[in-house]
């Protein structure tokens, strides 16, 4: 497995408020949120950007969704809605190279811009 901050926490080499986690996901606050929740949905698989996914792994990504809408569903806000976003690579916004799904909920959240 690579050596980034995520894993590292999957290692639980550093400390994470986790708030789930499975035999293929594992799941943590952003110590950075940019919404009243933001967790961050991390496969247990290291995969460093999401076009390094291969055909046979396409499983990773819809386990990372499911444990997302899952985790809404028991806080009490996927009525209300939220947002999942994956970022690839400098452009897209990635700063940790393990691919990982971001779940934001609790406000309001604008619609996208142009950038």
């Not at 991390?42 to 792994?57: E, F, R, W």
């Not at 994956?86 to 940790?96: A, E, F, S, Y």
């Amino acid at each position: 497995m690579s050596d980034t901050i995520f894993h590292k926490i999957i290692r639980r080499e550093i400390p994470a408020d986790i708030v789930h986690e499975d035999e293929h996901v594992i799941a943590f606050r952003d110590i950075a949120p940019q919404a009243p929740v933001h967790v961050l949905f991390v496969p247990k698989t290291d995969i460093a950007t999401l076009n390094d996914v291969k055909p046979d792994q396409a499983e990773i990504i819809g386990r990372l969704a499911v444990a997302a809408a899952n985790y809404a569903k028991t806080q009490g806000f996927a009525e209300d809605g939220y947002r999942i976003v994956m970022n690839c690579n400098d452009h897209g916004g990635q700063t940790v190279f393990q691919i990982h799904l971001h779940l934001l909920a609790g406000a309001q959240l604008g619609h996208f811009g142009t950038p």
